[in-house]
């Protein structure tokens, strides 16, 4: 299909933009390597087949993390805007009602930032401690009982200084970059973190290769176990490990998509970021088991003897044990944890703007006011809910709820409404393939509108199941409600409250571009010559 010429139709003030294709690529990069790609892609890879999980997890990134990814740069780069925008657009004369998803995709950043931003401040912190090893002999009760100060499940205003200190600096850093921009602030950062996360990640794994019982560990989590592949939970687990490691369905690939210049390659970068990411995890699993078999054969246990291989537990627990038996340790925990506070740092920043860009447009703030009104806002709400000795299993919780419930639900009535209710999977398909140089055929749509929305539907279904059934992590019930399902229930007033408010400046007087359908436009140009 060749590129039209059709002039870009626009009402609105110029938009921010990247500087170029490498620092949206970079910062998209920067959003979908996180934390989860560190702590989690490893021992979910491990638990579910070993190397046979490589296959689902290939199949399914190829099959959902992908059209859906596509599907987010399509209506971020189309309507041009954060995702109240971009679906009040979308629904046209419906949009009133459809902003409401829009709203719902901006809370669920918010919450997450609010967390997200808690376990940075522990990587910051745990860099630190590396130094001199400060967890000692029993890393478990240092982080538990010395650090966090843990308490019972519940709500407490007792703050812990060492927490409560870099998680200021950390809010503090990231308000920072959200005032200098899209170009100065966010790309400059992923420009400067990303190649020093690559550099110090791959100095770790090195490193770790080189431990006695470092094979063991890698044989431990490639070694296919075939027999894994008939059960349908592997599939679940592939399918959820894409979806949430490539930053998909919650907002921020639709904002930095909007960001991109109206002539701009929209799949090809697509799929870079996307592989880049599957690389990143696979070189994580690589790093992270070489170091475990080494923990192992220290201990003279094998590596399914081992504990804590997955999220806190791995990171805040494990690692601080092993970095303590290695030669150089101290250097060993300064590059893992100063690795896990830049990819989580990125990350961040990528979550906060989804809310900047929202405020900005809804309530016509400059970029500066939005940026210190959600960081202000944020700050506090992250202090007094995660800095205090009940944070940890807040945090915990919060997490398993707003992803697991907020996220699928969220990617679920996207692919949804705009496949089936508004139709618009043609058009969206049509603008793909009009500026970039890879075409996507109808078996995108297909993806996008049916495996996609099957797939996410029956792992939410499964997953309300067995909260409501088996509760989570031991933690009461009543606290379970309160914040767990409180936690779902804001995104749902956020959806609901937010589309009332008025607009300073309507977002509906905006011609989309280029002209769809493309044979109406043609015929246009006929009548006009």
Same mark, same amino acid.
Not at 201 to 228: C, S, Y
């Given at each position: 299909?060749?590129?039209?010429?059709?002039?870009?139709?626009?009402?609105?003030?110029?938009?921010?933009?990247?500087?170029?294709?490498?620092?949206?690529?970079?910062?998209?990069?920067?959003?979908?390597?996180?934390?989860?790609?560190?702590?989690?892609?490893?021992?979910?890879?491990?638990?579910?087949?070993?190397?046979?999980?490589?296959?689902?997890?290939?199949?399914?990134?190829?099959?959902?993390?992908?059209?859906?990814?596509?599907?987010?740069?399509?209506?971020?780069?189309?309507?041009?805007?954060?995702?109240?925008?971009?679906?009040?657009?979308?629904?046209?004369?419906?949009?009133?009602?459809?902003?409401?998803?829009?709203?719902?995709?901006?809370?669920?950043?918010?919450?997450?930032?609010?967390?997200?931003?808690?376990?940075?401040?522990?990587?910051?912190?745990?860099?630190?401690?590396?130094?001199?090893?400060?967890?000692?002999?029993?890393?478990?009760?240092?982080?538990?009982?010395?650090?966090?100060?843990?308490?019972?499940?519940?709500?407490?205003?007792?703050?812990?200084?060492?927490?409560?200190?870099?998680?200021?600096?950390?809010?503090?850093?990231?308000?920072?970059?959200? =005032?200098?921009?899209?170009?100065? /602030?966010?790309?400059?950062?992923?420009?400067? +973190?990303?190649? #020093?996360?690559?550099? $110090? *990640? @791959?100095?770790?794994?090195?490193?770790?290769?080189?431990?006695?019982?470092?094979?063991?560990?890698?044989?431990?989590?490639?070694?296919?176990?075939?027999?894994?592949?008939?059960?349908?939970?592997?599939?679940?687990?592939?399918?959820?490990?894409?979806?949430?490691?490539?930053?998909?369905?919650?907002?921020?690939?639709?904002?930095?998509?909007?960001?991109?210049?109206?002539?701009?390659?929209?799949?090809?970068?697509?799929?870079?970021?996307?592989?880049?990411?599957?690389?990143?995890?696979?070189?994580?699993?690589?790093?992270?088991?070489?170091?475990?078999?080494?923990?192992?054969?220290?201990?003279?246990?094998?590596?399914?003897?081992?504990?804590?291989?997955?999220?806190?537990?791995?990171?805040?627990?494990?690692?601080?044990?092993? =970095?303590?038996?290695?030669?150089? /340790?101290?250097?060993?925990?300064?590059?893992? +944890?100063?690795? #896990?506070?830049?990819? $989580? *740092? @990125?990350?961040?920043?990528?979550?906060?703007?989804?809310?900047?860009?929202?405020?900005?447009?809804?309530?016509?703030?400059?970029?500066?006011?939005?940026?210190?009104?959600?960081?202000?806002?944020?700050?506090?709400?992250?202090?007094?809910?995660?800095?205090?000795?009940?944070?940890?299993?807040?945090?915990?919780?919060?997490?398993?709820?707003?992803?697991?419930?907020?996220?699928?639900?969220?990617?679920?009535?996207?692919?949804?409404?705009?496949?089936?209710?508004?139709?618009?999977?043609?058009?969206?398909?049509?603008?793909?393939?009009?500026?970039?140089?890879?075409?996507?055929?109808?078996?995108?749509?297909?993806?996008?509108?049916?495996?996609?929305?099957?797939?996410?539907?029956?792992?939410?279904?499964?997953?309300?199941?067995?909260?409501?059934?088996?509760?989570? /992590?031991?933690?009461?019930?009543?606290?379970?409600?309160?914040?767990?399902?409180?936690?779902?229930?804001?995104?749902?007033?956020?959806?609901?409250?937010?589309?009332?408010?008025?607009?300073?400046?309507?977002?509906?007087?905006?011609?989309?571009?280029?002209?769809?359908?493309?044979?109406?436009?043609?015929?246009?140009?006929?009548?006009?010559?």
């Amino acid at each position: 299909m060749s590129r039209t010429t059709t002039t870009p139709a626009s009402t609105d003030a110029p938009r921010e933009e990247w500087a170029g294709q490498l620092g949206f690529i970079l910062s998209a990069i920067g959003s979908a390597v996180g934390l989860g790609n560190i702590w989690r892609f490893p021992g979910v890879a491990y638990e579910n087949g070993g190397g046979a999980f490589l296959i689902p997890y290939l199949v399914a990134l190829v099959t959902a993390g992908i059209p859906i990814l596509f599907l987010d740069y399509a209506l971020g780069h189309r309507f041009r805007g954060s995702a109240p925008t971009v679906f009040r657009r979308v629904g046209r004369r419906f949009g009133r009602w459809t902003e409401s998803l829009g709203w719902f995709q901006v809370a669920i950043p918010f919450v997450i930032g609010l967390y997200y931003t808690v376990v940075i401040a522990w990587a910051v912190s745990y860099f630190v401690f590396s130094f001199d090893l400060r967890w000692g002999d029993d890393p478990t009760g240092f982080l538990v009982n010395d650090y966090l100060q843990s308490g019972d499940p519940g709500f407490s205003l007792q703050f812990v200084p060492a927490v409560l200190i870099p998680l200021v600096l950390i809010w503090i850093a990231a308000i920072v970059v959200l =005032v200098l921009g899209v170009a100065k /602030g966010l790309q400059t950062v992923n420009y400067v +973190f990303l190649p #020093l996360l690559a550099v $110090g *990640f @791959t100095i770790l794994v090195v490193r770790a290769l080189f431990l006695p019982g470092a094979a063991d560990g890698l044989n431990a989590l490639f070694t296919p176990k075939w027999d894994a592949l008939g059960n349908p939970d592997v599939w679940i687990a592939a399918y959820s490990q894409i979806f949430f490691s490539l930053s998909i369905a919650f907002g921020i690939m639709i904002t930095y998509a909007s960001y991109r210049k109206r002539r701009a390659n929209l799949t090809t970068p697509g799929l870079v970021v996307a592989f880049a990411n599957s690389s990143f995890e696979i070189l994580a699993g690589i790093g992270v088991f070489a170091t475990l078999g080494f923990f192992a054969a220290q201990q003279g246990v094998s590596i399914d003897q081992l504990q804590n291989l997955t999220g806190v537990g791995l990171s805040f627990m494990t690692f601080p044990a092993i =970095v303590s038996q290695m030669p150089g /340790g101290p250097l060993f925990g300064c590059l893992f +944890f100063g690795s #896990l506070a830049v990819a $989580g *740092f @990125t990350s961040l920043i990528s979550v906060l703007q989804v809310v900047c860009a929202a405020m900005q447009e809804k309530f016509g703030m400059s970029r500066a006011r939005a940026a210190v009104t959600v960081g202000v806002v944020s700050t506090v709400l992250s202090v007094l809910l995660f800095a205090t000795t009940t944070g940890l299993t807040a945090l915990d919780v919060v997490d398993q709820f707003v992803n697991n419930i907020g996220v699928v639900s969220s990617a679920i009535l996207m692919t949804v409404l705009v496949v089936w209710v508004l139709r618009r999977g043609g058009e969206l398909r049509y603008h793909l393939s009009a500026i970039s140089t890879l075409k996507v055929g109808g078996v995108w749509i297909a993806l996008v509108g049916l495996v996609g929305p099957v797939v996410l539907a029956y792992m939410l279904i499964q997953r309300i199941i067995a909260l409501i059934t088996e509760g989570y /992590g031991g933690v009461p019930t009543p606290y379970l409600v309160i914040v767990g399902w409180g936690s779902v229930l804001f995104l749902v007033v956020v959806a609901i409250v937010m589309p009332l408010l008025r607009w300073k400046r309507s977002p509906d007087e905006f011609t989309p571009w280029p002209t769809y359908p493309p044979v109406a436009a043609s015929r246009t140009k006929e009548a006009v010559r």
